[in-house]
Nanobody
Framework: QVQLVESGGGLVQAGGSLKLSCAAS????????MGWFRQAPGKEREFVAA???????SYTGSVKERFTISRDNTVNTVYLQMNSLKPEDTAVYYC?????????????WGQGTQVTVSS
């Protein structure tokens, strides 16, 4: 059974940092694209960042220069280092994985971890 389990969320003040982790199990994800989406209260879920099997990364514009995505294929884990956090980054953050590209219909999803940034 494939599982994605996120951790690392919490409450932080504006300007602070958090590092999210997503541990995958049930299969090897070395050839998959993995990444993060987020959903703020009252808003649709949106793409945040992705990292491909070859290390290429992609970010949504509002997090560039502040967030860094990375992965460790030896432990089937993807990370999201979030710096200079802003109140508008408050959301539930979801890990996702897919064979080719991450979309709202991607195959594998985690349960989500709450990130709250206070002003």
């Amino acid at each position: 059974q494939v599982q994605l389990v996120e951790s690392g969320g919490g409450l932080v003040q504006a300007g602070g940092s958090l590092k999210l982790s997503c541990a995958a199990s049930g299969r090897t994800f070395g050839n998959f694209v993995m990444g993060w989406f987020r959903q703020a209260p009252g808003k649709e879920r949106e793409f945040v960042a992705a990292i491909y099997w070859n290390g290429v990364t992609s970010y949504t514009g509002s997090v560039k220069e502040r967030f860094t995505i990375s992965r460790d294929n030896t432990v089937n884990t993807v990370y999201l280092q979030m710096n200079s956090l802003k109140p508008e980054d408050t959301a539930v953050y979801y890990c996702a994985a897919d064979e080719r590209v991450l979309t709202q219909r991607s195959r594998y999803w985690g349960q989500g971890t709450q990130v709250t940034v206070s002003s």
